[in-house]
């Protein structure tokens, strides 16, 4: 069975001292849960004040952007090797940076092949514009997204990653995928997954929704067979809304 994973992509929000205090309130929040992975993905440079104080809390930590090369002159960026022992995942493709900082599918698998290399594990992020969706393009456009990242990896490096169907028309618009949609793009992306690499990795590898994921709609989502838990922006940022939504789809998965 896929262990569901609640993911906080706090974005660019938090200092040092605002991510230490979040954990915290999170952790006395929802206490020792295995049910559920509770990974926060906070800015690079909390990463390591964070680690030190979670260290037995049982919080995966990720990183939300890192560079393919492992080292050089590439100003402002982060390498894999970097988040070595600091972070367990790593986001990769966010739809902001496809938007914002030019990231592009050739990209995305550069990355995603680096971050598997040093052991560490890609949440591959996709997701249509509104645009594509109300043209009918979809499933086109998630079809030739999944291909592009996993390019080149083996059954064994896709197993390891996790792919977050984020349609960027509801993230951070409070409108989110009504949970069937969400369902039935998750479960195109195993399809694409059992294509490509069969049956027995379509089913180990983790499926996540994303975009307005909130305590009201979490359950719902949840319920979907395909969907394997939620990278989460905004509500991941006040630890009650974050706690609620672990301690949900932990009563989805144990009832
Ligand atoms: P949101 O963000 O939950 O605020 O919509 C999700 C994301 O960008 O990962």
Not at 25 to 38: A, F, H, K, M, N
Not at 105 to 131: R, Y
Not at 135 to 150: D, F, N, P
Not at 212 to 238: F, R, Y
Request: proline share 4%.
């Amino acid at each position: 069975m896929r262990k569901p994973m609640m993911a906080g992509n706090w974005k660019m929000n938090m200092t040092v001292a605002g991510a230490l205090d979040l954990a915290r309130q999170i952790y006395r929040l929802v206490g020792d849960t295995s049910v559920v992975e509770q990974l926060l993905c906070p800015p690079s440079v909390c990463l390591h004040p964070l680690k030190a104080v979670t260290d037995d809390m049982p919080f995966l930590l990720g990183a939300q952007n890192c560079h393919w090369q492992e080292s050089g002159a590439f100003t402002g960026e982060i390498s894999p090797p970097m988040l070595r022992g600091l972070a367990d995942y790593v986001v990769l493709g966010h739809s902001e940076r496809r938007q914002l900082f030019g990231e592009t599918d050739e990209t995305v698998n550069k990355k995603t092949h680096a971050v598997l290399a040093h052991q560490l594990n890609p949440i591959v992020c996709v997701g249509e514009s509104l645009e594509q969706n109300e043209r009918g393009e979809t499933s086109s456009t998630i079809t030739a997204q999944v291909r592009a990242a996993l390019d080149g990896l083996n059954d064994e490096q896709v197993q390891s990653l996790v792919i977050a169907y984020e349609p960027i028309w509801a993230i951070g618009t409070g409108r989110a995928a009504t949970a069937q949609t969400a369902g039935d793009i998750c479960g195109l992306v195993r399809a694409i997954l059992r294509e490509m690499h069969g049956a027995a990795v379509a089913g180990a590898t983790r499926v996540l929704y994303g975009g307005s994921a909130k305590p009201d709609n979490i359950g719902a989502i949840m319920e979907q067979s395909d969907i394997d838990g939620a990278l989460i922006g905004g509500a991941s940022l006040e630890a009650e809304s974050y706690a609620e939504m672990v301690r949900i789809t932990a009563r989805v998965y144990s009832g």
